[in-house]
């Protein structure tokens, strides 16, 4: 469907340095929050962002193209609310 | 046109809720509203009517009220009405006059047209193909085909569909019909419907081409078993679709009845409604050439300037092989319903593929198969005679209504 590879759905979570959970928010709140969570003067290499928001799905992997990083993994939430995105420094 | 001019409306309420800081002005005739009304910049959802449509709507109503196929004078009079309209619309589409048939609606042409070609081709499969950024009601009229099954076509960031996975699937076999619309209604992206129409024809699949943004914008698509459009778009009125049915195609209709419109459209015509539909269409294939090169660079203009004036937008699809009138563009960190609302303050009215817009809260489709931004994400369509003044304010509010946005989330530098 869209233009780059699809990103592998499956278990187990990979290693992270800061969990976000942005569920229950709506659009632009959790591409915000991320954007604040990497924001700071040491942001963490590895952020795991669980939202339930079903623009997140477009959403985080477009803002980390805009901004130089990668959606490195996605799957369903261990507890099976929303979808957990794993998102690295680093462009493509 | 001044004794048609006699409607006044007392209603000053404005159902959409716009501009609450100051009342309304009354809604009032063509001859005092200005065509098209300042800061209407909506005109892929619906066009306002266009001031030939009005007069013609109204002689309509006073002589082709009576039944078309009864034998009378009024009746003749009525049919005489009608057949003119039809020829207009055939000649602008590149069709037969009894290639056209008149519906209640573009969705209801899109409807008929799916299903129609579907039962024709029943034999053959069930399998329709479509682009994964079709229209909704191509897409939904897909799923309701009996026993069909709907495989769609990938696209391109621009949203163009990807010819090569089109061509994958439709040689699959099985396939009743292709569905691949003139250009995307959210983006404004042109399809390859040359090549689209040349896989589908070496595969003898019909091709259901859904015209509704293009017509009276581009060309008339040459290549189509069915084109549907819809006239509010070309700035007729409401309530009257088009479905062109190509002669010799296998098309069968899928109503219980079949006497109207070539045996493809049931009920009772409105021949007022598309008698004033031909008018407009007539009235802006006349000049479309010319203003579809003054709507393009007006588009143009905001395609090169919002990136410069905005940080953090991406403005989308194809900024060349697109149509003249309609650009969309997505902002970071805000939130598509709040710029409408500012937007509409400000005197604009244009529209938003996002999530929070939506009915069911989720992201346009279209949007998504792109893979593009979906938040504060806005249409902008032009209609017909829009101004340029219109769409250089646009662009001076454009920027402060954006940053307020961003700065009410915290977001300001992120």
């Not at chain 1, 700071?40 to 805009?66: N, Q």
């Not at chain 2, 203003?291 to 203009?301: I, K, Q, W």
Request: proline share 7%; aromatic share 4%.
């Amino acid at each position: 469907m869209s233009t780059s590879d699809p990103v592998p759905d499956h278990y187990p979570v990979p290693d992270h340095d800061l969990v976000l959970d942005e569920r229950g928010r709506r659009c632009p709140m959790p591409i915000i929050a991320l954007a604040r969570a990497v924001s700071g003067e040491a942001p963490p290499a590895r952020v795991l962002l669980l939202a339930d928001d079903p623009a997140a799905e477009t959403d985080v992997p477009a803002w980390c193209s805009m901004r130089g990083r990668t959606l490195a993994w996605t799957g369903a939430a261990a507890d099976g609310r929303g979808r957990a995105y794993l998102v690295v420094a680093g462009g493509n | 046109m001044g004794h048609y001019g006699q409607f006044v409306a007392h209603d000053t309420t404005d159902d959409h809720g716009r501009s609450t800081s100051a009342p309304d002005p009354p809604l009032t005739s063509g001859q005092s509203t200005p065509w098209p009304p300042p800061g209407y910049l909506d005109a892929a959802s619906t066009s306002p009517l266009h001031p030939a449509a009005r007069v013609a709507l109204l002689t309509a109503l006073e002589h082709g009220w009576a039944d078309p196929s009864r034998r009378y004078h009024e009746a003749r009079r009525a049919r005489q009405l009608l057949d003119m309209a039809r020829e207009t619309v055939a000649a602008v589409l590149r069709a037969r006059p009894d290639e056209i048939s008149f519906t209640g609606s573009g969705t209801e042409a899109i409807h008929l047209g799916v299903a129609g070609l579907a039962k024709g081709r029943a034999r053959v499969g069930a399998r329709i193909v479509a682009t994964a950024v079709e229209h909704s009601s191509v897409l939904h009229a897909a799923r309701a085909v009996p026993e069909g099954e709907l495989i769609t076509a990938g696209v391109d960031e621009f949203g163009r569909v990807d010819l090569g996975e089109f061509e994958r699937v439709v040689t699959g076999g099985g396939v009743a019909l292709t569905a691949v619309q003139s250009a995307n209604h959210e983006v404004g992206t042109r399809q390859p419907l040359a090549e689209v129409a040349a896989i589908s024809a070496a595969h003898d699949v019909p091709l259901l081409v859904d015209a509704a943004q293009s017509i009276g914008r581009d060309p008339a698509p040459e290549h189509w078993s069915v084109l549907c459009a819809s006239a509010h778009k070309w700035g007729g009125p409401a309530g009257v679709g088009v479905l062109a049915v190509r002669t010799g195609v296998r098309w069968r209709s899928p109503s219980p009845d079949g006497s109207q419109e070539h045996g493809r459209v049931p009920g009772f015509v409105n021949i007022a409604a598309i008698v004033a539909a031909a008018a407009a269409l007539e009235a802006v294939e006349r000049v479309r050439v010319a203003e579809s090169d003054r709507l393009s660079a007006l588009v143009g203009m905001i395609r090169a300037r919002v990136p410069e004036i905005v940080p953090d937008v991406v403005v989308l699809g194809d900024p060349l092989d697109r149509l003249p009138h309609l650009v969309t563009f997505s902002c970071l960190y805000v939130d598509g319903e709040s710029l409408l609302a500012d937007l509409d303050r400000a005197g604009f009215a244009v529209s938003s593929g996002s999530s929070c817009v939506a009915d069911a809260l989720v992201p346009s489709h279209v949007l998504a198969a792109m893979g593009a931004l979906t938040q504060g994400n806005l249409r902008v369509s032009l209609p017909a005679g829009a101004r340029e003044g219109d769409v250089a304010r646009f662009l001076e509010v454009l920027p402060s209504i954006v940053m307020r946005a961003r700065a009410e989330f915290g977001a300001e530098g992120l």
